[in-house]
């Protein structure tokens, strides 16, 4: 008996002491975000160094993350869990939780739009005057400024939870804006920046063209990434290929070098402790961050990541899962490199990135961690570069070792399940291993900015998980809030904050931000739905051009009267005035709708009725009056 509990007390010894992979159930998919465009400048504050860096197309973004557009940039962020956000010029916006079904984020100042294109997400957004919380299927526009925050509802209804009198105020499309200060609400006329509605009518229109085409990706593909399933069609093809006892759909590039390899168009980035792939191909995000790359026959192939596997389908067992990048890492001397994992190979890492075959790294394991290189399928495949190299070059195409080979690793490098001071000499005072580019930035936000952030990280460290549905039923219950109908508040206005790197630090004193309105547009900016705020007595005598920067208003001495059934456009350059003392009458066809009590008539070739219900067109009941109409028509041409 003791013999049996002698062993049972070795066997727990030894499980315990083994590190082995977690499982899919054992760790849940970290929501990744993606930085899928950029116009001028984006920065990245990273908190290890107080400091900003320039941010590239690809870059990931995730919880704790702050981002700040330059004077004159703009860009648009997209989350798998169905949220996109698009912020305009000096936007600073740092991401509080992403989940499932959250994602909640706060502006601090600029101006940003946000779509919620999930189907069970709730975005919260918020401000230093209160949040706002977007249910599925809705749009709003966020400008917050340092006086004020102004909420425009672009597409269905959200609602504003103001922090100063713990009151709701619904936003809806079409109708007046929520603009608030720290005190009060009020009505905003719900009216946008028409360069800010431009821009982001391109991107509409991008994304708009790229889903009308539909090819082989987007049925292979799982729903969370078929946005972008373009890049893989317009970069490659698919093929059944033998692999793993079975034919499987793999995509192969066909847009590469000839002895193109994975991990070698890019470069690394450490990414809260992790090395992580910043791609410089069109479709390197996807295939390098979610699936799996494999080696068959001659070639590279890249397995698609599939939400279930069932029998009989032609897919590995790739999860849905983010990953930073999955490789082995080997070192000898000077040198560092990388080998792709096979799928069936353990990823070792910093964070809980979720799925199986993944080893979460700490302080106690890695001793514990015991690496044979030779077991890796893809070894020969290694990618090896000088140190040097590593965090300076943004294609290591050219600089890779090509006198590498299977043997040559085996017998000289080490294997290493993270890079860290071991693998690479001095590696944490190396400051350029946050860099996405070697570009420099020569102008950063004011270190003014860094209070918001920080008063958000404690926020973030406190660990506070809200679920969509219990956030939806608070906000529920708040009680709706009256509007000061008579307060005047300020449009927002922010300070440029943006500065020369070399007066980051000096102190606010010193420094003479300049204020403007986040809306740069004339005040007569179209309303985003075709129900104003206030509706126009005269608008008749508008044009048919619904969005005209500066209407041009065909109005007669004195208006038409209000609400007319079908508002006429075609009104003569010089209208007759409404009241003549002695109205010219020209015999029509059909008499003139006896409503109005002096009817005009015009010798126009297409009279006017003021009133008809049913407003018609004729032409002049004499012949003699034709050379009136073309001296007319000639001064409408002229217009």
Same mark, same amino acid.
């Given at each position: 008996?003791?013999?049996?509990?002698?062993?049972?007390?070795?066997?727990?010894?030894?499980?315990?002491?083994?590190?082995?992979?977690?499982?899919?159930?054992?760790?849940?998919?970290?929501?990744?975000?993606?930085?899928? +465009?950029?116009?001028?400048?984006?920065?990245?504050?990273?908190?290890?160094?107080? %400091?900003?860096?320039?941010?590239?197309?690809?870059?990931?973004?995730?919880?704790?993350?702050?981002?700040?557009?330059?004077?004159?940039?703009?860009?648009?962020?997209?989350?798998? %869990?169905?949220?996109?956000?698009?912020? $305009?010029?000096?936007?600073?916006? =740092?991401?509080?939780?992403? $989940?499932?079904?959250?994602?909640?984020?706060?502006?601090?100042?600029?101006?940003?739009?946000?779509?919620?294109?999930?189907?069970?997400?709730?975005?919260?957004?918020?401000?230093?005057?209160?949040?706002?919380?977007?249910?599925? $299927?809705?749009?709003?526009?966020?400008?917050?400024?340092?006086?004020?925050?102004?909420?425009?509802?672009?597409?269905?209804?959200?609602?504003?939870?103001?922090?100063?009198?713990?009151?709701? +105020?619904?936003?809806?499309?079409?109708?007046?804006?929520?603009?608030?200060?720290?005190?009060?609400?009020?009505?905003?006329?719900?009216?946008?920046?028409?360069?800010? %509605?431009?821009?982001?009518?391109?991107?509409?229109?991008?994304?708009?063209?790229?889903? @009308?085409?539909?090819?082989?990706?987007?049925?292979?593909?799982?729903?969370?990434?078929?946005?972008?399933?373009?890049?893989?069609?317009?970069?490659?093809?698919?093929?059944?290929?033998?692999?793993?006892?079975?034919?499987?759909?793999?995509?192969?590039?066909?847009?590469?070098?000839?002895?193109?390899?994975?991990?070698?168009?890019?470069?690394?980035?450490?990414?809260?402790? %992790? =090395?992580?792939?910043?791609?410089?191909?069109?479709?390197?995000?996807?295939?390098?961050?979610?699936?799996?790359? !494999?080696?068959?026959?001659? @070639?590279?192939?890249?397995?698609?990541?599939?939400?279930?596997?069932?029998?009989?389908?032609?897919?590995?067992?790739?999860?849905? &899962?983010?990953?930073?990048?999955?490789?082995?890492?080997?070192?000898?001397?000077?040198?560092?490199?990388? !080998?792709?994992?096979?799928?069936?190979?353990? +990823? &070792?890492?910093?964070?809980?990135?979720?799925?199986?075959?993944?080893?979460?790294?700490?302080?106690?394991?890695?001793?514990?961690?015991?690496?044979?290189?030779?077991?890796?399928?893809?070894?020969?495949?290694?990618?090896?570069?000088?140190?040097?190299?590593?965090?300076?070059?943004?294609?290591?195409?050219?600089?890779?070792?090509?006198?590498?080979?299977?043997?040559?690793?085996?017998?000289?490098?080490?294997?290493?399940?993270?890079?860290?001071?071991?693998?690479?000499?001095?590696?944490?005072?190396?400051?350029?291993?946050?860099?996405?580019?070697?570009?420099? !930035?020569?102008?950063?936000?004011?270190?003014?900015?860094?209070?918001?952030?920080?008063?958000?990280?404690?926020?973030?460290?406190?660990?506070?998980?809200?679920?969509?549905?219990?956030?939806?039923?608070? !906000?529920?219950?708040?009680? =709706?809030?009256?509007?000061?109908?008579?307060?005047?508040?300020?449009?927002? /206005?922010?300070?440029?904050?943006?500065?020369?790197?070399?007066?980051?630090?000096?102190?606010?004193?010193?420094?003479?931000?300049?204020?403007?309105?986040?809306?740069?547009?004339?005040?007569?900016?179209?309303?985003?739905?075709?129900?104003?705020?206030?509706?126009?007595?005269?608008?008749?005598?508008?044009?048919?051009?619904?969005?005209?920067?500066?209407?041009?208003?065909?109005?007669?001495?004195?208006?038409?009267?209000?609400?007319?059934?079908?508002?006429?456009?075609?009104?003569?350059?010089?209208?007759?005035?409404?009241?003549?003392?002695?109205?010219?009458?020209?015999?029509?066809? /059909?008499?003139?709708?006896?409503?109005?009590?002096?009817?005009?008539?015009?010798?126009?070739?297409?009279?006017?009725?003021?009133?008809?219900?049913?407003?018609?067109? /004729?032409?002049?009941?004499?012949?003699?009056?034709?050379?009136?109409? /073309?001296?007319?028509?000639?001064?409408?041409?002229?217009?």
């Amino acid at each position: 008996m003791k013999r049996w509990m002698g062993l049972l007390v070795c066997l727990v010894l030894v499980s315990a002491s083994m590190v082995s992979p977690s499982s899919a159930e054992d760790v849940p998919a970290m929501m990744v975000g993606r930085v899928f +465009y950029i116009e001028g400048d984006l920065l990245r504050y990273v908190p290890a160094e107080q %400091d900003w860096v320039a941010v590239v197309q690809d870059a990931p973004f995730g919880t704790e993350d702050t981002l700040f557009s330059g004077s004159q940039g703009m860009a648009e962020l997209i989350v798998p %869990d169905g949220a996109w956000i698009r912020i $305009g010029n000096s936007t600073q916006v =740092q991401f509080i939780t992403l $989940g499932t079904d959250l994602a909640e984020m706060d502006v601090a100042s600029g101006v940003a739009r946000f779509y919620n294109k999930g189907s069970d997400t709730a975005i919260k957004v918020t401000s230093p005057f209160g949040y706002v919380l977007a249910y599925p $299927g809705t749009v709003f526009d966020f400008y917050v400024g340092d006086n004020s925050v102004e909420v425009v509802a672009v597409g269905g209804k959200v609602s504003f939870v103001h922090s100063a009198t713990e009151a709701k +105020y619904d936003v809806e499309a079409g109708s007046p804006s929520i603009i608030a200060d720290q005190q009060q609400v009020s009505l905003g006329e719900g009216t946008i920046d028409p360069a800010w %509605d431009g821009w982001n009518r391109v991107r509409e229109n991008f994304w708009a063209a790229k889903a @009308s085409v539909r090819g082989r990706s987007f049925e292979l593909l799982p729903p969370s990434l078929r946005d972008e399933s373009y890049t893989l069609d317009e970069n490659g093809t698919w093929q059944r290929i033998y692999y793993a006892g079975a034919e499987r759909w793999f995509w192969r590039p066909t847009t590469v070098a000839l002895g193109w390899s994975p991990f070698t168009v890019g470069r690394w980035t450490d990414w809260y402790g %992790d =090395q992580t792939w910043i791609p410089a191909e069109p479709f390197g995000y996807i295939t390098h961050h979610y699936g799996n790359w !494999v080696y068959a026959g001659d @070639s590279w192939y890249w397995a698609p990541p599939v939400a279930s596997v069932s029998v009989g389908m032609p897919f590995l067992d790739v999860g849905t &899962y983010w990953y930073p990048g999955r490789v082995l890492w080997i070192h000898t001397g000077p040198y560092v490199g990388w !080998v792709p994992l096979a799928p069936n190979e353990t +990823y &070792y890492c910093y964070r809980p990135w979720g799925g199986p075959r993944v080893v979460v790294v700490n302080n106690i394991n890695i001793t514990q961690i015991n690496i044979n290189v030779q077991n890796y399928a893809y070894v020969n495949h290694a990618v090896v570069v000088n140190q040097n190299n590593f965090y300076n070059v943004n294609n290591y195409r050219n600089v890779r070792m090509t006198n590498i080979n299977r043997t040559t690793i085996i017998n000289n490098y080490h294997a290493a399940p993270v890079v860290n001071n071991t693998v690479i000499s001095n590696y944490t005072a190396i400051k350029q291993r946050y860099n996405f580019t070697n570009a420099a !930035v020569k102008e950063k936000p004011h270190n003014t900015v860094i209070s918001r952030i920080q008063h958000n990280e404690k926020i973030i460290h406190e660990g506070r998980k809200e679920k969509a549905a219990v956030l939806r039923e608070r !906000v529920k219950s708040i009680p =709706q809030g009256r509007v000061s109908r008579g307060a005047r508040i300020e449009q927002p /206005k922010i300070p440029n904050y943006i500065v020369p790197a070399s007066e980051v630090n000096r102190p606010k004193s010193e420094m003479k931000f300049q204020q403007t309105e986040i809306k740069k547009g004339p005040a007569s900016t179209k309303p985003i739905s075709p129900r104003p705020p206030k509706s126009e007595v005269a608008e008749p005598t508008k044009p048919v051009s619904p969005r005209p920067p500066k209407p041009e208003v065909l109005t007669p001495t004195k208006p038409v009267p209000p609400r007319p059934p079908k508002p006429e456009v075609t009104a003569p350059a010089k209208p007759v005035s409404p009241r003549p003392p002695e109205p010219e009458v020209k015999t029509p066809r /059909k008499p003139v709708p006896p409503h109005p009590p002096k009817p005009e008539a015009v010798a126009p070739a297409k009279p006017i009725p003021p009133h008809p219900p049913k407003p018609e067109v /004729k032409a002049p009941a004499k012949p003699g009056s034709k050379e009136k109409p /073309k001296e007319k028509a000639g001064q409408r041409e002229n217009q």
